[in-house]
């Protein structure tokens, strides 16, 4: 049984399809690694960065899980360029082989811990919260970081959450949550993000 660390498993299956949409489509497209956009390294199982990832980390989440020539080639250093990370994913794409069970596995054990442990430490009051107010600020931390305290007015939102949730103004949190909608506002991650703020917003 998964270990959920606090959040509902409602909200665990919202992550999950954000990331990969299904289990089928999962298998048809994400399997190997993929290139999302040009802010991306090389991204496979639940949504998984690995041109962000530490070697350390991806040892961690990875070692004993996949062979040793998967190993290697997912410590290959984070990609400097948009230009080599389109060229590290092609190469890796043969190599690199994550089936559903085991992505569903590492995403459970390794990136849903270490985003909820972010969310703890970054926002005075997460643990007084619901598991599905818990469960949507996992997901925007799996997505944006934990920018709470970022400056810049792409990071407004963040800081507003993060005082939000300290003052106990929980009712404003979904607002915030909708008006960073703007940010991707006529790219090509509108739709997806602006589902998936919603959606969180709903929670």
Same mark, same amino acid.
């Given at each position: 049984?998964?270990?959920?660390?606090?959040? +509902?498993?409602?909200?665990?299956? #919202?992550?999950?399809?954000?990331?990969?949409?299904?289990?089928?489509?999962?298998?048809? =497209?994400?399997?190997?690694?993929?290139?999302?956009?040009p802010q991306s390294g090389p991204t496979g199982a639940i949504?998984?960065?690995?041109?962000?990832?530490?070697?350390?980390?991806?040892a961690a989440d990875w070692e004993g899980q996949i062979s040793?020539?998967?190993?290697?080639?997912?410590?290959?250093?984070?990609?400097?360029?948009?230009?080599?990370?389109? #060229? !590290?994913? =092609?190469?890796?794409?043969?190599?690199? #082989?994550?089936?559903?069970?085991?992505? !569903?596995?590492?995403?459970?054990?390794? #990136?849903?811990?270490?985003?909820?442990?972010?969310?703890?430490?970054?926002?005075?009051?997460?643990?007084?919260?619901?598991?599905?107010?818990?469960?949507?600020?996992?997901?925007?931390? !799996?997505?944006?970081g934990a920018s709470f305290d970022k400056q810049g007015p792409?990071?407004?939102? @963040?800081?507003?959450?993060?005082?939000?949730?300290?003052?106990?103004?929980?009712?404003?949190?979904?607002?915030? !949550?909708?008006? @960073?909608?703007?940010?991707?506002?006529?790219?090509?991650?509108?739709?997806?993000? +602006?589902?998936?703020?919603?959606?969180?917003?709903?929670?």
């Amino acid at each position: 049984m998964i270990d959920l660390h606090g959040i +509902s498993q409602e909200t665990f299956d #919202d992550v999950v399809g954000y990331e990969v949409t299904s289990r089928d489509v999962y298998e048809k =497209r994400c399997r190997c690694l993929t290139w999302p956009n040009p802010q991306s390294g090389p991204t496979g199982a639940i949504g998984h960065d690995f041109g962000q990832a530490s070697r350390k980390q991806i040892a961690a989440d990875w070692e004993g899980q996949i062979s040793d020539a998967e190993l290697w080639a997912r410590r290959c250093p984070a990609p400097a360029s948009p230009g080599r990370a389109r #060229d !590290l994913t =092609r190469q890796l794409h043969g190599v690199v #082989d994550i089936p559903w069970d085991l992505a !569903l596995e590492v995403h459970a054990a390794c #990136d849903l811990p270490r985003y909820t442990t972010m969310c703890r430490a970054h926002l005075p009051g997460y643990d007084a919260l619901s598991p599905y107010c818990k469960g949507a600020l996992f997901s925007l931390v !799996l997505n944006r970081g934990a920018s709470f305290d970022k400056q810049g007015p792409r990071y407004a939102e @963040m800081r507003d959450i993060k005082a939000a949730i300290k003052r106990g103004d929980l009712a404003r949190v979904p607002a915030l !949550l909708r008006s @960073m909608k703007r940010i991707w506002k006529g790219t090509p991650d509108e739709k997806g993000l +602006s589902a998936r703020r919603e959606k969180e917003a709903q929670r």
